[in-house]
């Protein structure tokens, strides 16, 4: 069976894991994020086929979330780098990154991180904000249908959370 | 070819990506947060075939992101909801629906808005932030190795995002 396409789904989280919710995708974009850019990295680092690697970061170029060009150093390689739109992915990752962390802990202590870059300081992490500045947990959050909505996320929009 | 498996990965985005990064799931738990519960209502709702709801029902369950349990109402029926791991998930899928409304925009607008349960009030959405409450931007961030990091984390933490 064919795993189907988001495309037609007028949901932004549809769309966005039409872009990035392939298998293996977000953890080429989590080595992007890294600073990795040349094919041979990625593939060496990953253990991943070079076949699913070459389509998954064509997709990711035709989707302009990355660039690529020929690398300076070596005109036969070339280098994927984040676009402003690939770099929007960030929370996305840190949300990834901070639910493993807590709730598939390694009994040793954090794996990875997250430091300001130019002080070496722990960072607070994510949080989802209400208009004035508090925190909010998912029950005090709903989605409500917008002016672009359709039929399926009016019908969603018609449920709520238990609490 | 098999799509393999993330789990001997050090790693926690592997890791959640792992419970929730299959195909389908995410939007599965999209409809949960909305307060969707049953077996039916995912199927007809996402169009999915029973066979492959079954299987990302099952895992999430066995994940112990959602729970299983008869329906009161009906005692053939299961109802599924998220567990307080589960509900942890929020801030990947907000992430996820920020992204799409602005990166892949619907042009008669937002297609989903959240807004606070109590009061209807738009929320200011999704953030990162430093310790002391700036807002941080991807290039102000580096991932750096834990005291649980492995061999291939530490050779991610040599990499450092081109600014």
Chains 1, 2 share one sequence.
């Not at 690697?53 to 989707?63: A, I, P, V």
Request: proline share 6%; hydrophobic share 40%.
């Amino acid at each position: 069976m064919s795993k189907g396409s988001f495309a037609e789904m007028n949901c932004p989280i549809a769309q966005t894991l039409e872009r990035v919710g392939e298998w293996w995708t977000l953890l080429i974009l989590r080595n992007a994020f890294s600073g990795m850019t040349r094919f041979d990295e990625f593939q060496q680092h990953l253990g991943i086929g070079t076949n699913v690697l070459s389509q998954r970061l064509r997709s990711l170029t035709e989707d302009e979330i990355l660039t690529r060009t020929a690398a300076p150093d070596d005109g036969r390689a070339f280098e994927y780098r984040l676009t402003e739109r690939g770099l929007a992915l960030y929370p996305i990752l840190i949300a990834m990154m901070e639910w493993g962390e807590k709730w598939v802990p390694n009994p040793k202590g954090p794996r990875m991180k997250l430091v300001e870059r130019g002080t070496g300081e722990p960072i607070a992490g994510i949080c989802v904000h209400s208009a004035d500045g508090r925190s909010l947990q998912p029950h005090e959050i709903a989605a409500v249908a917008g002016p672009a909505a359709d039929a399926k996320t009016h019908e969603l929009s018609c449920y709520s959370l238990p609490v």
